[in-house]
């Protein structure tokens, strides 16, 4: 049993994290590949809240080994933040690895970040977590200007950071406004070097790790980060993120190959949510959208913006399914829409006239598509206590074998509140891997 993943299907924040701890005790390894501190994954376990960027979810095991591998960005002073949290939980993540390989966010890339989102595109500003994500890909492609986590360890660093921050503060002073305040090449070179040798202990080659693993049948379970819809190459592109954060990223981020990922578990919430900005088509800028959000607490975990909230959109599911190559879909804020008065699905869009199936691959299109939707009576019941599927009233059982029933793949978990416990399974396929059948 090699590789499983759990991969967003929607726009980000469908509580990944909650699923990853839960399925963790029964992998070796758990892994993040791709994004960065753009991330903000929530673990709840009793009294005790974990928000964590860039250390993967299975942290709190201290038996499963956790790896950032290199298709990752790292803020470095962001990662050790998160293990001086941790560490004051009492969790000493001596089972964490980093990629030697991972390419490190800096302040230029935060910098540009800013400068770039102030900008609009298609009309919008696509409203980033300004963590310098897409400055940082930019330059890994780039290659000239990029840093990887080793060349940290290198004696020539501070040579590196002078040529590149002389270089950086000459671009970015036409773009960052009348406030721009260059920076200072020293203090940053003294600022990472003092992160790189905090982070020492951690730095390996997770690639050969990996490889290993795989070579000896340990399961893997790797943590996808944002959503398939944020997809750079295959999700509402301009407004997405600057890495494959769908399936197609998996083999690409950790190295390791297509072949060894047998299993991809697809996390969808109950309704949609989105943050920053690009076309949703199926939001509620009303009373319902203001209701979802209160009922689900829907704010960042990262930027704690209010996320924008709508119906479930089964046209969209139905196409990031398929492109993440998912064979199980996991449920959750199953206990949000159950105490709505109505719940609706989205089943297919009108474009110029035409009643569609398909996901359009055009922002401006996807902005004027009008949903077809599905309309549910709500069933107004708490499942917050709820333990098993039994206890479900037929009206919630009826939505999500209609949502099990358009995205053409079975629904095998059902989340009802954030805790690990508040977790119900309906087959036995996803649930094995947790234990919990
Ligand atoms: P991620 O980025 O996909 O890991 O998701 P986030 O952590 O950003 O957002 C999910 C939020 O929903 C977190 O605050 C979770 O604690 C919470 N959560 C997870 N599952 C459920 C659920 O079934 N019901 C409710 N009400 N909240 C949940
Ligand atoms: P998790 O892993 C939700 C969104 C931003 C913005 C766009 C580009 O918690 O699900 P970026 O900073 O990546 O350049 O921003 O992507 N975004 C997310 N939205 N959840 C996330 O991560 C996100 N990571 C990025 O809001 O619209
Ligand atoms: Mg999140």
Not at 8 to 14: K, M
Not at 209 to 219: F, I, M, N, P, Q
Not at 392 to 414: M, Q, T, W
Request: charge should be negative.
């Amino acid at each position: 049993m090699p590789g499983t993943c759990v991969i967003g299907l929607q726009w980000g924040d469908e509580a990944k994290g909650k699923l990853v701890d839960l399925l963790t005790p029964n992998f070796d390894i758990v892994c993040r590949y791709q994004g960065g501190s753009n991330a903000g994954h929530t673990v709840v376990t009793g009294d005790q809240v974990y928000k964590l960027h860039l250390i993967p979810s299975g942290i709190l095991n201290p038996d499963t080994m956790n790896i950032i591998a290199p298709g990752v960005v790292l803020n470095p002073g962001t990662i050790i933040e998160e293990l001086e949290g941790l560490k004051a939980k009492g969790i000493t993540a001596e089972n964490l690895m980093i990629s030697e390989r991972v390419h490190v966010v800096f302040p230029w890339h935060i910098a540009e970040d800013r400068a770039l989102n102030a900008k609009k595109v298609k009309g919008e500003s696509i409203g980033t977590t300004l963590r310098g994500i897409g400055p940082c890909y930019r330059d890994k492609v780039g290659r000239s200007f990029a840093v990887r986590l080793a060349d940290m360890l290198r004696e020539d660093f501070p040579e590196r950071v002078a040529s590149i921050v002389e270089a950086k503060n000459a671009m970015l002073a036409p773009i960052a406004g009348e406030d721009f305040e260059p920076l200072d090449a020293a203090a940053i070179t003294a600022e990472f070097s003092g992160y790189a040798e905090t982070l020492r202990p951690f730095v390996a080659d997770t690639t050969n790790y990996l490889l290993d693993a795989v070579d000896e049948s340990k399961s893997i379970l790797f943590e996808g980060a944002q959503g398939s819809l944020l997809d750079i190459d295959h999700g509402t592109f301009p407004f997405v993120t600057s890495s494959n954060s769908s399936g197609v990223g998996i083999s690409s981020g950790s190295g390791v190959p297509a072949r060894s990922i047998n299993k991809v578990v697809g996390v969808i919430k109950a309704y949609s949510t989105r943050v920053g900005g690009g076309p949703f088509p199926t939001e509620q800028e009303n009373e319902i959208g203001q209701q979802i959000r209160d009922l689900g607490n829907e704010y960042g975990t990262t930027t704690g913006r209010p996320r924008r909230c709508g119906w479930f959109d089964a046209v969209a599911v139905r196409y990031t399914a398929r492109l993440s190559g998912v064979s199980a879909l996991s449920l959750m804020m199953m206990d949000v829409v159950s105490l709505l008065p109505e719940v609706k699905i989205c089943v297919a869009y009108e474009l110029d006239g035409q009643r569609i199936t398909h996901f359009p691959s055009d922002a401006d299109d996807l902005r004027r598509v009008q949903p077809i939707y599905e309309t549910f009576e709500g069933w107004d019941t708490d499942l917050t206590a709820a333990t098993s599927y039994d206890e479900f009233p037929d009206a919630a059982k009826a939505y999500i074998n209609r949502i099990g029933e358009l995205i053409g793949i079975p629904v095998e978990v059902a989340s009802v509140g954030p805790d690990r416990a508040q977790t119900i399974v309906l087959a036995e396929s996803v649930s094995h891997l947790a234990g919990l059948a």
